[in-house]
C-alpha cells in the first residue's frame, strides 16, 4: 500500500471545506493513516516547496499557506499517490475538471485548496517530513473489502 501526503490548505480552512474534501477522500476509499491540524511556518515550507524557494512568487506562497492552520493527511491505498492526485485535478482550479476536489471547489492557482504527493517516493517523503512514526497508523477500515477486489489488495 502507498502512503500520500494531503493538505488541506488555508484556502479549504476558512472556506469550511474540510469535511467535504475529508468526506470524498473517505468515499473513494482511501485510507487516513494519520491526520492533525498544524501551523506551518517559513522553515516548514522552506524545506517542502525547497523547488520553488528561488522563484519570485515563494513569498506569496508562505503568506498563503501560513494563513490560518492547515489539515495534513497521511492517506494509504493502492496507488494512492496517482488517485489522490487525479481527485485533486490541475493545480489551477479555473483549469480543472469538474468532479474533482479543485473542479468543483476552487478557482485559484495558488489558493487551490489542497497538496497532493507527486510521486510515491515524494509521498514517503513528505509524509515523514509532517508525521512522526507513531502518529501514522497501520490500520484498515472494516468495509475494506468493499472498496478492493481481493486480487487487487496488497498489504
Not at 492533525?36 to 503568506?63: C, G, T, W
Not at 493527511?73 to 494512492?80: E, F, N, Q, R, S
Amino acid at each position: 500500500m502507498e502512503l500520500t501526503l494531503a493538505i488541506l490548505k488555508p484556502s479549504a480552512i476558512e472556506r469550511c471545506l474540510v469535511g467535504e474534501i475529508i468526506s470524498r477522500i473517505q468515499k473513494k476509499g482511501l485510507i487516513i493513516a494519520g491526520m492533525k491540524m498544524m501551523q506551518l511556518d517559513e522553515k516548514i515550507l522552506r524545506e517542502h516547496y525547497a523547488h520553488l524557494v528561488d522563484k519570485p512568487f515563494f513569498p506569496s506562497i508562505v503568506k498563503s499557506m501560513t494563513a490560518s492552520p492547515v489539515v495534513v493527511m497521511a492517506l494509504k491505498g493502492v496507488d494512492a499517490v496517482k488517485v489522490y492526485r487525479e481527485m485533486t485535478g490541475v493545480t489551477n482550479g479555473r483549469n480543472a475538471a469538474p468532479g474533482t476536489l479543485r473542479g468543483d471547489l476552487c478557482m485559484s492557482g495558488q489558493a487551490n485548496i489542497v497538496h497532493a504527493s507527486d510521486t510515491p517516493e515524494n509521498g514517503k517523503i513528505e509524509v515523514a517530513r509532517f508525521f512522526k512514526p507513531e502518529e501514522i497508523f497501520d490500520w484498515m477500515p472494516a468495509d475494506k473489502e468493499f472498496y478492493y477486489g481481493d486480487d487487487e489488495f496488497r498489504q
